[in-house]
């Protein structure tokens, strides 16, 4: 049994250790050990999870199993178009995963951006993760590449795009 709720400033903790089990397991494949930590550690910083939780800068979802935190969602209308969402985070524990959580969650996010009354969702995903074969099969599709500068490391993304 799982439940959806909104996370706040008290889950930071959680959101960050979710995201460290996942990132290695996901990512361990495809960069190196010091890219990962450098990324963990500036994306996933106590005080930035906790700036985006409180000022709304980001609104995160946490997915719950039997009352324990193993999922969570980040996302928010697009800075440069306020018309557009973007999922920037969706990360499941490794052992949840084939559960199904991911496209509870995306679609959670999906719903609340419909009630927004927006409709498109985009989301950017390392062109070497194999999660590409998820959203394409959630209905996402890639709409163009682009290589983020991220310290002394490049993010090389896939845009993907869906609209209803």
């Not at 969402?85 to 969650?105: D, E, N, R, S, W």
């Not at 609340?112 to 950017?124: P, S, V």
Request: with cysteine; aromatic share 14%.
């Amino acid at each position: 049994m799982y439940s959806i709720r909104k996370a706040t400033v008290a889950d930071t903790e959680t959101i960050r250790a979710i995201a460290n089990d996942t990132w290695w397991a996901t990512y361990s494949a495809i960069l190196e050990k010091e890219q990962i930590n450098f990324m963990l550690n500036e994306i996933y910083a106590s005080e930035k999870i906790s700036a985006q939780l409180e000022s709304g800068g980001q609104t995160y979802l946490l997915l719950e199993e039997e009352g324990r935190p193993v999922a969570f969602a980040g996302y928010s209308p697009r800075e440069e178009d306020a018309n557009i969402y973007k999922l920037h985070k969706l990360y499941c524990l490794p052992q949840t995963q084939g559960k199904g959580y991911g496209k509870i969650l995306i679609n959670a996010v999906i719903d609340r951006t419909k009630a927004a009354g927006k409709h498109t969702l985009d989301l950017n995903v390392n062109r070497y993760n194999k999660a590409r074969n998820f959203y394409e099969k959630m209905g996402f599709a890639v709409v163009y590449e682009e290589d983020v500068p991220f310290g002394r490391y490049w993010m090389n993304d896939y845009v993907m795009r869906l609209e209803w």
